[in-house]
């Protein structure tokens, strides 16, 4: 079955700095990865997603994230942080083997300090 | 653009009670979702509903959950008998087709309170 694991719950970092967030999964071959982010009463909004081709992908927002196959990770990356970035960020790992279900991680809560 | 939509926002009821819970995905879309988050912890996937049927569901949706697509619109989600650990917000989703490599749609979602 597949696992996603975010070790990070809450996140601090100061408006400007770079970010990174981690994501680690688990599953047998190469999974479909996806980044999501919620804001205070709003849904999940995709960020960006990896399924095939160049393993650094591009997102909205400004957020980028690299698929580690060696080190099964899909972490994420915004290299200046904004005070619109606070969020709760998800990472989740889909495979057509298993449905089309998304299989989440804990989630991490970002602050923005200024 | 065009987004999912969740009624109510907020949901209040008593142990034992049913409730509905309202989606209208994306017009275009034929896939449907139903996941829920249970405070502090993951989001986990509930079902997945195609061309009237269920698709996949997940060992949480037992007897006293359904499903249902009433008209061309709306989605729902029933729980016949609410228990306290029903409390959770729930996300519906829809996507354009049955790939697990598209993007699903989430809406704002329903806090449940079960009391």
């Known amino acids: 079955a597949q696992s996603v694991t975010q070790p990070d719950i809450h996140i601090t970092v100061s408006e400007g700095a770079s970010l990174e967030l981690r994501c680690n999964y688990s599953?047998?071959?190469?999974?479909?990865l996806f980044w999501y982010v919620q804001s205070p009463g709003q849904g999940l909004q995709l960020l960006l997603k990896?399924?095939?081709?160049?393993?650094l992908v591009q997102g909205i927002k400004g957020f980028e994230a690299e698929f580690k196959r060696s080190q099964s990770s899909f972490n994420l990356r915004k290299p200046s942080v904004h005070w619109s970035d606070a969020a709760e960020y998800f990472c989740?790992?889909?495979?057509?083997?298993?449905?089309?279900?998304?299989?989440f991680g804990a989630g991490t809560i970002l602050r923005v300090k200024s | 653009e065009p987004e999912v939509t969740q009624t109510p926002s907020h949901q209040v009821t008593q142990m034992g009670q049913e409730v509905i819970l309202r989606c209208v995905p994306i017009?275009?879309?034929?896939?449907f979702y139903w996941y829920r988050q249970i405070l502090g912890q993951k989001v986990e996937f509930l079902v997945s509903?195609?061309?009237?049927?269920?698709?996949?569901k997940s060992e949480i949706f037992d007897d006293q959950f359904s499903v249902e697509r009433p008209d061309g619109s709306n989605f729902t989600l029933k729980i016949r008998s609410t228990k306290l650990e029903d409390s959770a917000m729930y996300f519906c989703?829809?996507?354009?087709?049955?790939?697990?490599?598209?993007?699903?749609?989430f809406g704002p979602g329903t806090r449940l309170t079960v009391l």
């Open positions: 599953y047998g071959a190469t999974p479909y």
């Open positions: 989703a829809s996507s354009a087709t049955r790939f697990a490599y598209n993007e699903q749609f």
């Open positions: 989740a790992v889909a495979a057509q083997e298993y449905g089309n279900k998304l299989v």
């Open positions: 509903f195609y061309n009237n049927e269920i698709s996949e």
């Open positions: 990896y399924f095939s081709g160049d393993t």
């Open positions: 017009s275009n879309h034929l896939y």
